[in-house]
């Protein structure tokens, strides 16, 4: 099975950078996404991490340490609709076809 | 080209009833998925449709709980005899290839009463 671990909850000042973590154990890790889900709304794609090592997109960067079953998400000059939930979501090569297993996500709340 | 798409957005149902959740995947997308979402917490598989091979309904949280894909495309995911625990958000995503990004529609929200 597999166990993925996210904050809850973090507060951050417009203009700033908040990281947030992801901790993870799996059987056979085959890669880790970030998607972010604005309330009420789907989950939108933002980060794929299947190597070591940081991926950049933009505003927004994401990190992966497989021998530390480790990851985090970058989010730099925050604006106001970057508040939202994000959530990490890891896939097993153990299991069949392309099915994740999400963290419970954490929401973030930029404020002025 | 059109994203997911759900159907209802909103469904309120008593307690016993059966309902029915219909998601339209992205045109030519082989791999589809439904999961689950309670009020504030993260995201709970429920089954996999990957082409003809049969589904994987490993996530289905009792018998009560059954999907059917049609034709490759459109797919139902039936609630038998609801419950108040039931009650959630049903979110349906789709991808091009097994091992692609999934594309997720806004979700059904289903309320038990």
């Known amino acids: 099975g597999q166990n993925i671990d996210q904050p809850t909850e973090m507060t951050a000042t417009e203009g700033a950078i908040v990281q947030i973590n992801c901790t993870y154990q799996?059987?056979?890790?085959?890669?880790l996404f970030w998607y972010q889900q604005h309330a009420g709304e789907a989950p939108t794609f933002l980060s794929y991490?299947?190597?070591?090592g940081l991926e950049e997109k933009g505003r927004f960067s994401s990190f992966l340490s497989r021998s530390k079953g480790y990851s985090y998400l970058l989010l730099k000059e925050l604006q106001m609709k970057d508040s939202a939930s994000y959530l990490c979501?890891?896939?097993?090569?153990?299991?069949?076809?392309?099915?994740?297993?999400f963290g419970g996500g954490t929401r973030v709340l930029v404020k002025p | 080209g059109a994203g997911v798409s759900q159907s209802p957005s909103n469904k309120v149902t008593e307690k016993g009833k059966d309902v029915e959740l219909r998601c339209d995947p992205i045109?030519?997308?082989?791999?589809l998925y439904w999961y689950r979402q309670s009020l504030g917490q993260g995201l709970e598989f429920l089954i996999y449709?990957?082409?003809?091979?049969?589904?994987?309904k490993s996530g289905l949280p009792s018998d009560r709980f059954s999907a059917e894909r049609t034709g490759g495309s459109v797919s139902t995911l039936t609630i038998q005899r609801t419950q108040q625990e039931d009650s959630a958000v049903y979110l349906c995503?789709?991808?091009?290839?097994?091992?692609?990004?999934?594309?997720f529609g806004p979700g059904t929200r289903l309320t038990v009463l």
């Open positions: 979501a890891v896939r097993d090569k153990e299991a069949a076809g392309n099915k994740l297993t």
């Open positions: 799996t059987s056979g890790f085959n890669g």
């Open positions: 995503a789709s991808s091009s290839t097994v091992y692609n990004e999934q594309f």
């Open positions: 045109s030519g997308h082989t791999a």
């Open positions: 991490n299947v190597l070591d």
């Open positions: 449709f990957q082409g003809n091979s049969a589904p994987d």
